[in-house]
């Protein structure tokens, strides 16, 4: 039974409080709500999902005040950062207390903590007066939803509540940072640039030392980090250089194909010669990279509905929010050849 999707803010609230779950919006995609101190209500999101317990949730909430409940001693680093980013598309991995359960962070000894810069976000998340657990409000491993919609597709027979506050305005999801070591790492890139963050604190950490989505089971310290997430069902490649016989390329992709020339569809950042594809999704006509970023899931999304056999993206810019962009496309391009 599909639940109800709606405005009323107190309904979502008083659903968190009672262990339900909620999808909301954000600036950055719709997350999955539960109560984050709630081990019952938490382990509703993975089953919901069917999420991995190894990948670990961020927990949102509306005020820089909560954050001594759930991470003791904030280093001054983590301050200067919330008072310069919050609320917004950053999320601040840091050392967790006994209070959050070990089911939220994947039993590390660290919690990823965020207060989303929406205000409908911040009106549910004052309302429930707990902190909200919340991955992206999707099947584990597929595309993000940035509209209600989008959640309905698939969840909405699974979850309680879908907050409808209309699309989403960054996109892509936060930025993970852990600064419960030194230096801070980069652990995720999203909906915050990277030279936002350095420009503040100096110069950040790449990575974990893993290969990037590297898990084996393991817990990630991160969520987004495993090598095949943000996917569509439709073969995705990325290529620097677009081939002149696209439908020759698709069908070495899918040499299953029979009956007419393949079907390919682009997406691309800035307008391209659409005569060669089935389908076009162009996500900025100047090339900016915020509005990229606020369309691209949304358009990965209307090409895999379009019955593709292939689809073709070309990578971004390395920097600012192409950084970001160009990590949803590895990772959703991930089970297939990146040419």
């Known amino acids: 039974m599909m639940c109800l999707t709606g405005t009323d803010v107190e309904h979502a609230a008083r659903l968190l409080r009672d262990g339900g779950l909620v999808a909301f919006p954000t600036e950055t995609v719709y997350g999955l709500g539960a109560n984050a101190l709630s081990a019952t209500a938490v382990a509703r999101v ?3 999902k069917e999420r991995p317990r190894f990948d670990p949730l961020i927990v949102h909430v509306h005020e820089a005040a909560q954050i001594e409940r759930l991470a003791p001693g904030v280093p001054d680093q983590a301050r200067v950062l919330i008072e310069r980013f919050w609320p ?4 601040l991995v840091l050392p967790k207390t006994d209070l959050v359960p070990d089911l939220v ?9 965020r207060s989303p810069d929406h205000a409908i976000a911040l009106e549910l998340l004052r309302r429930a007066g707990v902190p909200v657990a919340a991955p992206s409000a999707n099947l584990f491993g597929r595309l993000s939803p940035t509209e209600a919609a989008h959640v309905a597709e698939q969840l909405g027979d699974r979850i309680d509540y879908i907050l409808d506050g209309g699309p989403c305005r960054v996109g892509v999801e936060s930025t993970v940072l852990d600064v419960s070591r030194e230096p801070a790492t980069l652990l995720r890139p999203g909906g915050l640039p990277l030279e936002e963050i350095e420009a503040v604190i100096g110069p950040v950490a790449l990575g ?3 290969e990037p989505g590297e898990s084996g089971g393991r817990p990630t310290p991160s969520p987004g980090m495993l090598p095949h997430h943000y996917a569509p069902t439709t073969p995705l490649l990325v ?5 002149a016989d696209v439908q020759k390329l698709a069908a070495a992709v899918s040499p299953g194909h029979a009956g007419g020339a393949p079907r390919v569809g682009l997406l691309s950042l800035t307008p391209e010669d659409p005569s060669r594809f089935a389908a076009v999704e162009t996500l900025s006509p100047t090339g900016d990279l915020r509005e990229a970023a606020a369309g691209f899931f949304a358009a990965l999304r ?3 509905q379009q019955q593709l056999e292939l689809m073709i993206a070309r990578p971004f810019p390395e ?21």
């Open 302 to 304: 209307r090409l895999d």
């Open 105 to 113: 962070t994947s039993a590390l000894p660290t919690v990823a903590l």
């Open 88 to 91: 917004g598309p950053l999320t």
């Open 319 to 339: 920097e600012g929010l192409g950084r970001a962009l160009n990590d949803r496309l590895r990772r959703a391009a991930a089970a297939h050849t990146e040419l």
């Open 46 to 48: 993975f089953e919901a």
């Open 208 to 210: 974990d030392g893993r």
């Open 239 to 243: 290529v620097a250089e677009i081939a």
